[in-house]
């Protein structure tokens, strides 16, 4: 079952003008004018027979279609839903059935935590070991517009950071203490009339 041989969806209380939106493998199908688009408020709600497959509305007729994008050779922005052939890591190649531990979400699929941990700990290496032959002082790291981590020389947006912290760099795992600091300024204007010569 792929893109180009769908199979038709033989449930009767399926019509053309229903709005479909996927919601993992469940199917849920809004009769037009109902505007919720709340899982609670679906019309219908159908499981789909396998994991990868969609319901599609295909000359006014609903079919299942295999959307997972690696089936039919596409390069997905993301990819949401795969078979179980593809549902691997994109790594080490095991499959999402075969892990023990939570994976981690990625553009393409998922990582597994062994490959995700050792290519942080890659990453961490390659920081720490810019960060000596850079050489920064202690200057490098004060009064700068983002938060610039002193053990690897991160760089990580401010956010909301509107007051001293401590932190946990995302790239070395180094702890470190946060100060904001303020600069003021100041604007006038004129009360009352303007005084003139």
């Known amino acids: 079952m792929d893109k180009n041989n769908p199979t038709p969806i033989n449930d009767e209380r399926l019509t053309a003008d229903m709005k479909r939106i996927r919601n993992g493998s469940t199917m ?29 509305l295909i000359r ?29 890591c994109i790594k080490c190649k095991t499959p999402r059935g075969e892990l023990t531990e939570t994976p981690w979400g990625h553009q393409l699929g998922f990582i597994c935590k062994p490959c995700h941990d050792a ?35 991160n760089q990580i947006e401010p956010d909301e950071i509107h007051e001293n912290t401590t932190m946990d760099c995302e790239r070395c795992d180094g702890e470190f203490s946060v100060d904001v600091e303020y600069t003021v300024n100041y604007s006038t204007s004129i009360i009352g009339e303007r005084v003139t010569a």
């Open 28 to 56: 849920l199908f809004y009769v037009s004018g109902n505007r919720s688009n709340q899982p609670e408020d679906a019309d219908i709600s159908i499981e789909a027979p396998r994991r990868e497959l969609l319901a599609k």
């Open 119 to 153: 290519e942080h700990l890659a990453s961490k290496m390659e920081a720490l070991e810019k960060f000596k032959i850079n050489d920064h002082d202690e200057w490098y790291f004060n009064s700068t517009s983002n938060i610039i981590c002193p053990h690897c020389a």
């Open 60 to 88: 006014d007729n609903w079919y299942w279609v295999n959307d997972c994008p690696e089936c039919s050779g596409e390069t997905p922005m993301w990819a949401y839903v795969k078979c179980d052939v593809h549902n691997v």
